[in-house]
C-alpha cells in the first residue's frame, strides 16, 4: 500500500483564507519529502522541499513543517489565490531519491 | 531554470502499435530520470528509474519488455511503450533529477503525454 497519504481528499477555501493541507507518512527512516501542486492536464509542479534534519521551511506563501515524532507533513499556503486551485500532492522519498506520492488533496479556492 | 519537456503531449494508437515518448531536461543534465504513470484522479506510480549510460531499473509488476527505456544521453531519456493495448492509456510523466547541489537537484517533471490506445 501507500507508504505516503493525505487526510483529507478535498478542501474548499475562501479567496484570502490561509489553506493547510496535511500528509502523514508511514516510514520513519524517510529523510526527504517534496510537495507538488498539479494542476489538470498537466505535470507535477515543484512547490517546496524538506529534509528530515528541519522542522520548517518557508517558500513565497508557503510553509512545510514537518513532524517527526507523529511523522506528520503540512503545507500551509497563505492568502489563498484563485491559481492556487489544483490537486496538490506530498511525496516522500523511499530511497536513492525514488518518490512515492500520496492520494492527492484537491484545493478549490471559492471566490 | 530546471525545465523538463516531453514529446508528444497527446498520442493516439492502434492497438499492437509501438508509442515512443521522449523527455528531456532542457537546462541541466539529469543524472537520473523517473517514469511515472497516472490514472485519472489517481496518484502517480512509480514505473521505473533511469540511469545515464545504464539500463533502467523497473518498479515491482512493471513489465520491462513492455516499456523500454532509454536514457542515452544526460539530458534525454526514452520510453516506448510496445504492443500497446487500450488498458495502457494513461498519463505518463517522467521527471529529472541532476547533479547534487545543481539547480536539478531535486525532482522536477514534465508536462506529461497522453496516451490513448484504440
Known amino acids: 500500500g501507500e507508504s505516503v497519504g493525505l487526510h483529507l481528499p478535498t478542501l474548499s477555501v475562501q479567496e484570502g483564507d490561509n489553506s493547510i493541507i496535511n500528509c502523514a507518512y508511514s516510514?520513519?527512516?524517510?529523510?526527504?519529502f517534496i510537495w507538488y501542486k498539479q494542476e489538470s492536464g498537466k505535470g507535477p509542479q515543484f512547490i517546496i522541499d524538506i529534509r528530515s534534519n528541519m522542522d520548517k521551511r518557508q517558500g513565497q506563501r508557503v510553509t512545510v513543517l514537518l513532524n517527526k515524532t507523529v511523522k506528520h507533513l503540512s503545507l500551509q499556503i497563505a492568502a489563498t489565490q484563485p491559481g492556487d486551485s489544483a490537486v496538490y500532492f506530498c511525496?516522500?522519498?523511499?530511497?536513492?531519491?525514488?518518490?512515492?506520492f500520496g492520494a492527492g488533496t484537491t484545493v478549490t479556492v471559492r471566490a | 531554470g530546471a525545465v523538463v519537456s516531453q514529446h508528444p503531449s497527446w498520442v493516439i494508437c492502434k492497438s499492437g502499435t509501438s508509442v515512443k515518448i521522449e523527455c528531456r531536461s532542457l537546462d541541466f543534465q539529469a543524472t537520473t530520470m523517473f517514469w511515472y504513470r497516472q490514472f485519472p484522479k489517481q496518484s502517480l506510480m512509480l514505473m521505473a528509474t533511469?540511469?545515464?549510460?545504464?539500463?533502467?531499473?523497473?518498479e515491482q509488476g512493471v513489465e520491462k519488455d513492455k516499456f523500454l527505456i532509454n536514457h542515452a544521453s544526460l539530458t534525454l531519456s526514452t520510453l516506448t511503450v510496445t504492443s500497446a493495448h487500450p488498458e495502457d492509456s494513461s498519463f505518463y510523466i517522467c521527471s529529472a533529477r541532476g547533479l547534487a547541489g545543481g539547480p536539478g537537484e531535486t525532482q522536477y517533471f514534465g508536462p506529461g503525454t497522453r496516451l490513448l490506445v484504440l
Open positions: 511525496a516522500e522519498n523511499k530511497g536513492d531519491y525514488k518518490l512515492s
Open positions: 516510514n520513519s527512516a524517510s529523510d526527504y
Open positions: 533511469s540511469n545515464e549510460g545504464s539500463k533502467a531499473t523497473y
